[in-house]
Protein backbone atom coordinates (compact mmCIF):
# COMPACT_ATOMS: atom_id res chain seq x y z
CA UNK A 1 0.00 0.00 0.00
CA UNK A 2 1.63 2.75 -1.23
CA UNK A 3 -0.22 5.32 2.21
CA UNK A 4 -2.91 6.59 0.17
CA UNK A 5 -6.94 6.39 0.80
CA UNK A 6 -9.02 4.13 -1.69
CA UNK A 7 -11.87 6.45 -2.24
CA UNK A 8 -12.85 4.82 -5.27
CA UNK A 9 -16.74 4.50 -5.01
CA UNK A 10 -17.00 7.08 -1.94
CA UNK A 11 -18.79 10.46 -2.34
CA UNK A 12 -16.66 13.42 -0.26
CA UNK A 13 -18.82 15.89 0.69
CA UNK A 14 -17.45 19.50 1.67
CA UNK A 15 -19.12 21.31 3.68
CA UNK A 16 -19.13 25.29 4.57
CA UNK A 17 -20.62 27.13 6.96
CA UNK A 18 -19.09 30.65 7.07
CA UNK A 19 -15.46 29.87 8.01
CA UNK A 20 -15.81 26.52 8.80
CA UNK A 21 -15.00 23.72 6.22
CA UNK A 22 -15.36 20.13 6.59
CA UNK A 23 -14.72 16.83 4.85
CA UNK A 24 -17.09 14.11 5.26
CA UNK A 25 -16.53 10.64 3.21
CA UNK A 26 -19.70 9.27 2.30
CA UNK A 27 -20.24 5.40 1.76
CA UNK A 28 -24.10 5.53 0.64
CA UNK A 29 -24.67 7.62 -2.42
CA UNK A 30 -28.11 6.91 -1.44
CA UNK A 31 -28.06 9.91 1.06
CA UNK A 32 -31.78 11.92 1.54
CA UNK A 33 -32.21 15.43 1.71
CA UNK A 34 -33.58 15.36 4.99
CA UNK A 35 -30.47 12.82 6.14
CA UNK A 36 -28.09 15.28 4.62
CA UNK A 37 -29.79 18.21 6.84
CA UNK A 38 -29.03 15.53 10.36
CA UNK A 39 -25.88 14.76 9.16
CA UNK A 40 -25.04 19.07 9.05
CA UNK A 41 -26.35 19.37 12.40
CA UNK A 42 -24.49 16.75 14.18
CA UNK A 43 -20.96 17.58 11.83
CA UNK A 44 -21.46 21.86 12.68
CA UNK A 45 -22.76 20.89 16.22
CA UNK A 46 -23.30 24.19 18.04
CA UNK A 47 -23.05 26.35 15.30
CA UNK A 48 -26.25 24.83 13.79
CA UNK A 49 -29.83 24.17 15.76
CA UNK A 50 -32.33 22.11 15.22
CA UNK A 51 -34.89 25.11 14.57
CA UNK A 52 -32.51 27.06 12.41
CA UNK A 53 -34.04 27.71 8.50
CA UNK A 54 -31.02 25.81 6.99
CA UNK A 55 -30.70 26.43 2.81
CA UNK A 56 -28.32 24.17 1.54
CA UNK A 57 -26.42 24.93 -1.82
CA UNK A 58 -23.85 22.87 -4.26
CA UNK A 59 -21.21 24.27 -6.16
CA UNK A 60 -21.68 23.17 -10.06
CA UNK A 61 -19.30 22.99 -12.90
CA UNK A 62 -19.52 26.62 -13.47
CA UNK A 63 -18.84 27.75 -9.97
CA UNK A 64 -22.34 28.92 -9.57
CA UNK A 65 -23.81 27.87 -5.83
CA UNK A 66 -27.56 25.66 -6.60
CA UNK A 67 -29.59 25.76 -4.33
CA UNK A 68 -30.47 21.77 -2.57
CA UNK A 69 -34.31 21.55 -2.03
CA UNK A 70 -35.63 18.32 -2.10
CA UNK A 71 -33.68 14.55 -2.23
CA UNK A 72 -34.24 15.19 -6.24
CA UNK A 73 -32.08 17.93 -6.31
CA UNK A 74 -29.34 16.26 -4.22
CA UNK A 75 -29.31 12.98 -5.83
CA UNK A 76 -28.94 14.65 -9.62
CA UNK A 77 -25.65 17.30 -7.50
CA UNK A 78 -24.37 13.86 -6.42
CA UNK A 79 -24.50 12.49 -9.98
CA UNK A 80 -22.74 15.88 -11.08
CA UNK A 81 -19.36 15.45 -8.57
CA UNK A 82 -17.14 12.93 -6.51
CA UNK A 83 -16.38 15.74 -4.22
CA UNK A 84 -19.95 17.88 -3.23
CA UNK A 85 -19.11 21.16 -2.24
CA UNK A 86 -21.81 22.48 -0.08
CA UNK A 87 -22.35 25.98 0.66
CA UNK A 88 -25.01 26.59 4.27
CA UNK A 89 -26.53 29.78 4.47
CA UNK A 90 -28.49 29.87 8.21
CA UNK A 91 -31.85 31.62 8.34
CA UNK A 92 -30.87 33.36 5.05
CA UNK A 93 -27.65 34.79 5.90
CA UNK A 94 -23.90 32.94 4.34
CA UNK A 95 -22.41 32.46 7.53
CA UNK A 96 -23.58 32.99 11.22
CA UNK A 97 -21.66 35.82 13.17
CA UNK A 98 -19.99 34.48 16.11
CA UNK A 99 -20.56 36.92 19.64
CA UNK A 100 -17.02 37.69 19.36
CA UNK A 101 -17.59 39.10 15.65
CA UNK A 102 -20.97 40.51 16.63
CA UNK A 103 -19.01 42.74 19.82
CA UNK A 104 -16.14 43.81 17.40
CA UNK A 105 -18.53 45.06 15.05
CA UNK A 106 -20.92 47.23 17.68
CA UNK A 107 -17.73 48.36 19.21
CA UNK A 108 -16.37 49.87 15.68
CA UNK A 109 -19.44 51.33 14.64
CA UNK A 110 -20.08 52.98 18.18
CA UNK A 111 -16.45 54.84 17.47
CA UNK A 112 -17.22 55.25 13.51
CA UNK A 113 -20.65 57.20 15.15
CA UNK A 114 -18.05 58.90 18.01
CA UNK A 115 -16.02 59.88 15.07
CA UNK A 116 -18.96 61.54 12.99
CA UNK A 117 -20.23 63.12 16.01
CA UNK A 118 -16.98 65.26 16.78
CA UNK A 119 -16.32 65.73 12.82
CA UNK A 120 -19.89 67.47 12.73
CA UNK A 121 -19.18 69.57 16.04
CA UNK A 122 -16.02 70.66 14.44
CA UNK A 123 -17.63 72.42 11.65
CA UNK A 124 -19.86 74.23 13.22
CA UNK A 125 -19.48 77.73 14.34
CA UNK A 126 -19.09 79.06 17.63
CA UNK A 127 -22.25 80.81 18.36
CA UNK A 128 -23.83 79.20 15.89
CA UNK A 129 -27.11 77.03 17.03
CA UNK A 130 -26.64 73.37 17.35
CA UNK A 131 -28.99 70.98 15.41
CA UNK A 132 -31.40 70.80 18.59
CA UNK A 133 -32.43 74.44 18.24
CA UNK A 134 -35.35 75.30 16.13
CA UNK A 135 -35.04 77.28 13.43
CA UNK A 136 -37.98 78.50 11.31
CA UNK A 137 -37.86 76.90 7.22
CA UNK A 138 -37.34 80.42 5.89
CA UNK A 139 -34.00 80.74 8.32
CA UNK A 140 -35.12 83.90 10.05
CA UNK A 141 -35.20 83.93 13.62
Known amino acids: MNG ?7 LII ?4 GEDIRRIPIHNEDITY ?5 MMQRVFRGKLLSNDE ?19 DLSFAIQCSRILKLTLFVNGQPRPLESSQ ?4 RRELIELRNKVNRLLD ?4 PGEPGPSTNIPENGRV
Open 122 to 125: SLEP
Open 54 to 72: VTIKYKDEDGDLITIFDSS
Open 14 to 17: KAQL
Open 34 to 38: DELVL
Open 4 to 10: QLDLSGK
Open 102 to 105: VKYL
